[in-house]
């Protein structure tokens, strides 16, 4: 038997159709039971709105919105509706397809951080579902990892389904909780702008969420973690301070692709809306890209130096007045530079690199080459990826360039050139 207040009863088929077999769990909107068709034998999810909120409008609307999302994206990353109806109590169902599995939420809790692949592959799936949300007009806003499942499909491990949008806003609507001026969510997944202005929400609030759900499958916690009791406005205060204040704290992950952490910190965390990703489908871009590195090979080819006679440092395209000597005057570096081509600048007293190009495995492909070749001069540039924009800053050690500079941006280049750039 169930609780009293639980909308139907185990062993109960609700409208001739599906046996309710066990309660699965219960939520803010409604209680959720595992239940059977009774005449095909296939297994099922059914969502019950809590008794309680029959009569409230607004819990009905938003209810019908996560019927019409899931049932009308048709995603294989978003858990599907394939039907609904009311019991004979009145009470509003969804029955969903049952996910076997495991929700992101216990998987960290089991494993710690994740591989840095997993994540990725995790993440670019989340960011696959929720750019066919947007491109619905469709934003989610409780993106966390608690609706995030992880099951295994045929041969493909960590197969998402993203679940719950029963707070998703089509692009038109507005809703306000009892506190206000805070936007339906979860606290620790809540972009800075659902806490201000939460009437200006858009898909740019969804990133930032895939964000801190990244961040969390990485250091195995979120950014900002909520401290203190459930339900305590104090500390939900001083949560929601915090995330409109305080930076990120940064990922330590010597297992990471360069540019990786500050990535999450600079384009999916950022506090204003506007220096985020302007698409889902920017982030997906970015995800595979980093992806695409952590799964490359060690063995990589780099332009070999060309050692002369004597002791002095030499590279092609780098003249002998220049690497004879080790700081290199303001003429000589111009000169140097002129001769890297025009992708090479000096602004405001830095060595600047800039690519474009639509191919985010190509920008990765650089990536991982110049970190190579940093590795082996011992560098250690600025690179960032900006889609389709990557840019690779060099900042002389003292006041003045060396030769070493030059040389690790000769070499650079000379890849570059090598690779069809």
């Known amino acids: 038997m169930g609780d009293s207040a639980d909308p139907v009863e185990i062993g109960e088929v609700v409208e001739g159709r599906y046996k309710i077999l066990q309660l699965v769990g219960r939520g803010g909107m409604g209680s959720v039971f595992l239940a059977e068709h009774w005449l095909i034998k296939r297994r099922v999810a059914i969502k019950f709105l809590h008794r309680e909120l029959i009569t409230d409008a607004d819990m009905i609307r938003r209810f019908m ?15 599907e509706a394939t039907d609904m109806g009311f019991t004979k109590s009145d009470i509003p169902y969804i029955v969903f397809e049952y996910v076997d599995g495991t929700s992101l939420t216990e998987e960290v809790g089991r494993v710690g951080a994740l591989p840095v692949r997993r994540a990725l592959r995790i993440a670019a799936q989340i960011a696959s579902a929720l750019e066919a949300a947007h491109s619905a007009g469709i934003v989610h806003r409780d993106l966390k990892s608690e ?44 972009a ?32 900002f973690p909520f401290v203190g009791t459930r339900g305590d406005l104090d500390a939900t205060h001083a949560l929601l301070h915090r ?61 070999p130096r060309v050692e002369p006679a004597s002791d002095e440092f030499v590279v092609a395209g780098l003249s002998d007045s220049s690497a004879s000597r080790n700081a290199l005057g303001v003429d000589d570096l111009a000169r140097e530079v002129k001769q890297l081509g025009k992708r090479w600048t000096i602004v405001a007293g830095e060595l600047r690199l800039e690519l474009f190009n639509l191919s985010m495995a190509r920008l ?28 690779l800053v060099i900042r002389p050690e003292a006041t003045q360039f060396s030769a070493v500079d030059l040389v690790f941006a000769a070499r650079i280049e000379q890849w570059l050139l090598a690779h069809g750039w």
């Open 364 to 391: 990765a492909e650089v990536v991982s080459h110049t970190a190579a070749i940093a590795d082996e001069t011992d560098q250690h540039p600025k690179i960032t990826i900006d889609f389709p924009r990557l840019s």
């Open 147 to 190: 609706n995030v499942f992880v099951t295994d499909k045929d041969d493909m491990l960590d197969h998402v389904k993203v679940l719950d949008f029963g707070i998703s806003r089509f692009l038109a609507a507005s809703d306000r909780t009892a506190l206000g001026d805070m936007t339906m969510g979860t606290p620790e997944f809540m």
């Open 65 to 79: 919105n996560e019927a019409l999302a899931a049932g009308t994206l048709g995603h294989p990353n978003i858990v």
């Open 192 to 223: 800075p702008e659902q806490i201000t202005s939460p009437e200006s929400v858009d898909k740019r609030a969804d990133i930032y969420a895939l964000g801190v759900v990244l961040h969390e499958m990485l250091a195995g916690s979120v950014p």
């Open 243 to 303: 995330i409109l204040g305080e930076i990120p704290p940064s990922i330590d992950r010597a297992d990471a692709p360069p540019g990786l952490a500050e990535m999450i910190t600079d384009k999916l965390l950022a506090k204003d809306p506007a220096d985020r990703y302007a698409s889902m489908r920017d982030v997906r871009g970015a995800l595979d890209a980093f992806a695409s590195v952590t799964s490359r090979t060690k063995t990589i080819t780099i332009p």
